[in-house]
């Protein structure tokens, strides 16, 4: 071989190389195209759905509790039931066509029950069952989307290991354990906004 | 007349050992004088008691707030609940101006931080400072990642010099039989509560009243049985220092300089529990957890 050909072999070989190299940093596995995304990135676009979809339902929150009185501390507690009662109302009849996964999209489902999966089969375990037992678990109540969460029932306590699995909600929702289920909450408005059923071990 | 004896002689050994348990507040003057109620707002019978016990303590013992440790209204959430559930029980108190700072338990609407006289202004978890004592009141249902940067930065900014005492519904240290300790909850705060020198810790949930022995330098304290009563609810775990569940209690704790005082009282005056407390000397330190890191 000449010195003329070697130097097109490699002028042309170099930069496949380079291609090569780079595809397998990047994870990729020769002939099955790119790569599979992770658990974390999977995660990562499920909740971010999730939180867009928390964001319109809180923008809502606010527009509807903008045009009432505002809740204030007061030692008139009647103001603040009526607040409760009159805000769930409102936000129930701008959702009266609200069901089940409307926030917990279907990829969101999947990712908390792959947090609550880790967090029950991990080193949490244990703490995690702790915690709910100790928490006094609700287990004969059925809640509905757009239903308010029963007064003077007990919540439940969140794990805080997998409080902290979950994506950080703004103040004016919150996520809360009913039985099996995750449930999310409007906490100002007592109101159960979406649930995903049977997420939860039965021995919880 | 030789029965009449025995039965003076026993009337006296009781009467001593009724004065051995007394126990004097130094009352000083400027000191941070105050009581703790847990598990309280069941609106029955007990919990008047309770509330009228506390009154007829504060004519010796004149403090000046309560704090609450949760499940401060059981069972709804209505105009009525409040009243009998807090407003007529502690009415003598609310008239005499004694303010009442709330932490919200498992029974708790979450609204209740809206309550005027529970002195939460609208927040889950708050501080405040009377004297030389900063108080952090916590929202243990839900500890999630604001809540505990939040904690981590008003215990940083809280400084050294004064004592820091947390209230929170669910007892890091229990050997209460119906829920005991909250490990999860204990993984994620002692080590904050090591580092920045927290020295007394209240808490309720369970129905009993436990000092536990001090915890990697910390007090902790179950006042749980304020309204509810769990008798017979404490286990043998070997973490108690003194357990009673023979009745509802409530606590009485001055803070002078850098001694705490406290006396814990049977709805019927008996003194189940006192004590003193002293400060420990101690240099911040790192947590020994790293969980609080890899969160």
């Given at each position: 071989m000449t010195?003329?050909?070697?130097?097109?072999?490699?002028?042309?070989?170099?930069?496949?190389?380079m291609w090569?190299?780079?595809?397998?940093s990047a994870g990729a596995k020769p002939g099955t195209g790119p790569a599979a995304p992770s658990e974390e990135a999977k995660?990562?676009?499920?909740?971010?759905?999730?939180?867009?979809?928390?964001?319109?339902?809180?923008?809502?929150?606010?527009?509807?509790?903008?045009?009432?009185?505002?809740?204030?501390?007061?030692?008139?507690?009647?103001?603040?039931?009526?607040?409760?009662?009159?805000?769930?109302?409102?936000?129930?009849?701008?959702?009266?066509?609200?069901?089940?996964?409307d926030i917990f999209s279907q990829g969101a489902r999947k990712a908390f029950r792959r947090a609550v999966r880790e967090e029950f089969g991990g080193p949490h375990a244990h703490g995690a069952r702790t915690t709910i037992r100790q928490g006094e678990p609700l287990k004969t109540i059925r809640l509905r989307v757009n239903?308010?969460?029963?007064?003077?029932?007990?919540?439940?306590?969140?794990?805080?290991?997998?409080?902290?699995?979950?994506?950080?909600?703004?103040?004016?929702?919150?996520?809360?354990?009913?039985?099996?289920?995750?449930?999310l909450l409007d906490v100002e408005a007592n109101l159960v906004i979406d649930r995903i059923p049977d997420i939860f071990p039965e021995t919880t | 007349m030789r029965k009449a004896r025995i039965a003076i002689l026993i009337l006296s050994l009781?009467?001593?050992?009724?004065?051995?348990?007394?126990?004097?507040?130094?009352?000083?003057?400027?000191?941070?004088?105050?009581?703790?109620?847990?598990?309280?707002?069941?609106?029955?019978?007990?919990?008047?008691?309770?509330?009228?016990?506390?009154n007829t303590e504060r004519q010796q013992?004149?403090?000046?707030?309560?704090?609450?440790?949760?499940?401060?209204?059981?069972?709804?959430?209505?105009?009525?609940?409040?009243e009998k559930k807090f407003e007529l029980p502690y009415k003598a108190l609310l008239d005499s101006s004694v303010k009442f700072y709330a932490s919200l338990g498992n029974h708790d609407n979450p609204n209740e931080r809206f309550y005027k006289?529970?002195?939460?202004?609208?927040a889950n978890y708050y501080t405040f400072r009377k004297g030389n004592v900063r108080f952090f009141a916590l929202d243990s249902n839900y500890m999630d990642a604001k809540q505990l940067a939040w904690l981590e930065k008003e215990l940083q900014n809280s400084g050294t010099s004064d004592w820091k005492i947390c209230f929170f519904h669910h007892p890091l240290y229990s050997s209460g039989k119906t829920h005991g300790s909250s490990i999860e909850l204990r993984s994620l705060i002692e080590p904050l509560f090591i580092k920045y020198g927290v020295d007394v810790v209240f808490s309720g949930h369970d129905h009993v009243y436990e000092r536990?022995?001090?915890?990697?330098?910390?007090?902790?304290?179950?006042?749980?049985?304020?309204?509810?009563?769990?008798?017979?609810?404490?286990?043998?775990?070997?973490?108690?220092?003194?357990?009673?569940?023979?009745?509802?209690?409530?606590?009485?704790?001055?803070?002078?300089?850098?001694?705490?005082?406290?006396?814990?009282?049977?709805?019927?005056?008996?003194?189940?529990?006192?004590?003193?407390?002293?400060?420990?000397?101690?240099?911040?330190?790192?947590?020994?957890?790293?969980?609080?890191?890899?969160?």
């Open positions: 010195t003329r050909k070697r130097k097109i072999r490699i002028k042309y070989l170099f930069p496949l190389v090569g190299l780079l595809l397998a995660n990562g676009a499920d909740f971010k759905e999730f939180m867009d979809r928390v964001q319109a339902y809180v923008n809502l929150h606010k527009a509807i509790a903008s045009s009432l009185p505002a809740l204030k501390p007061t030692d008139q507690p009647e103001k603040i039931a009526n607040h409760q009662q009159t805000l769930a109302q409102r936000i129930g009849e701008a959702r009266r066509h609200a069901r089940r996964g239903e308010p969460y029963p007064d003077g029932l007990p919540y439940t306590t969140l794990p805080p290991t997998l409080l902290l699995k979950f994506p950080k909600l703004p103040d004016q929702v919150a996520y809360r354990i009913v039985g099996r289920e995750l449930v | 009781i009467a001593f050992c009724a004065s051995g348990d007394e126990f004097k507040f130094p009352l000083k003057a400027g000191s941070v004088k105050f009581a703790a109620i847990g598990d309280m707002g069941t609106g029955e019978a007990p919990q008047y008691q309770v509330a009228e016990r506390m013992f004149p403090f000046d707030f309560v704090i609450m440790l949760g499940d401060n209204i059981y069972g709804g959430s209505s105009g009525k609940d409040f006289l529970f002195h939460m202004n609208g536990v022995k001090p915890e990697k330098g910390i007090y902790y304290f179950t006042e749980g049985s304020s309204g509810q009563l769990r008798p017979d609810g404490l286990a043998q775990t070997g973490i108690t220092d003194r357990g009673f569940t023979d009745d509802r209690t409530f606590m009485l704790v001055e803070v002078a300089g850098d001694v705490l005082y406290f006396e814990t009282l049977s709805r019927g005056g008996r003194i189940v529990d006192s004590g003193e407390l002293r400060r420990p000397v101690r240099a911040p330190e790192q947590p020994s957890s790293t969980e609080q890191k890899n969160h």
